[in-house]
């Protein structure tokens, strides 16, 4: 579809290190639509964070792109001079983190953070910006805003900090969002609040979220469609009702057996055994396969293929691949 707001094609991304290079994401490929809310699934290594920070042009020192390109309203970003891009960036991509203490600046009073974006890309009066920025704290459900552009961060509960994130990040109502485990660190009752504020957001904004999260429960109560990476690469991809009524890949239906469940209590059914390779390990075959109750001798050798299973729901993997054959022969 050539209308996509964001376009990541065959991304690759290496760290570099004392030891050599590696790879930490892998001919990553996905489309966002506009307005849409795009899950991004997988462990805790599994490079989505490292996504994120390719797409926003925000990669520390020694990890860079080597092949692929992201383009963003049909630009790619990596062409883009630096003016140009923090253009992009303040206004039009914005960026939610875990931590909102580590991106808060602990002596800047909240309204100024909170209105930094305003005042750099646009021509509003000091006045103008006050009243935004009053209005915007006010719409992400923090009380007495003209009490809060006062405060510093250090001031406000962990909640309070996350809603502060996401007013700055939506104060110049960007076109994407690009939430990085936004909910991991608070409890479930604001996580559900956060949660909520984001949906939100999404309709009267108008803009597309990426949600990036371990958690796959968290993820499906709140995205359309959601990519599931597994080591640098996307395993499976779908519209959510789809992967959750018929997961094909070992690690999706990992994923779906390890949600917390109410009736236990929170316990989780299932763990998966193993864990995410580490980036020394060159990956002959499919990624997951020594973790794979399913794999064959091809799966350690040969990299799986990429099967379409509906319209909107695709898989990289032989066995998936054998069965959809089945049934439909
Ligand atoms: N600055 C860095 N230098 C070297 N390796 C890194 C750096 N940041 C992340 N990595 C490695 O990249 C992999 C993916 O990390 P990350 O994207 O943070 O995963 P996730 O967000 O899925 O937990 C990990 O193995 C991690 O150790
Ligand atoms: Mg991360």
Known sequence: MSDALLRVNDLSVCALTESGEYDIVNHLGFSLQKGEILGLVGESGC???????????LLPE???IHTGSVTF????LQLLKKRELRKIQGKELSMIFQEPMTSL???????????ENLRLHSSLTAGEIRGQTLRILGKVGLPRPEELIDAYPHELS???RQRVMIAMAVICKPKLIIADEPTTALDVTIQAQILGLLREINREFDCAILFISHDLGVIRRLCHRVLVMYAGTVVEEGAMRSVFAHPAHEYTKGLIGSIPTRDLKGKRLANIPGHVPPLTEKQMGCPFAPRCGQAQAACFTQKPPSITLEPNHRVCCFEAGKESEE???
């Open 158 to 160: 962990g909640g309070m």
């Open 73 to 76: 309203e049909g630009q790619e």
């Open 47 to 57: 490079g989505k964070s490292v996504t994120a920070l390719s797409i926003a042009g």
């Open 105 to 115: 600046n602990p002596l800047m009073k909240i309204g100024r953070q909170v209105s």
């Open 327 to 329: 049934e439909y022969a």
């Open 62 to 64: 020694k990890i860079r």
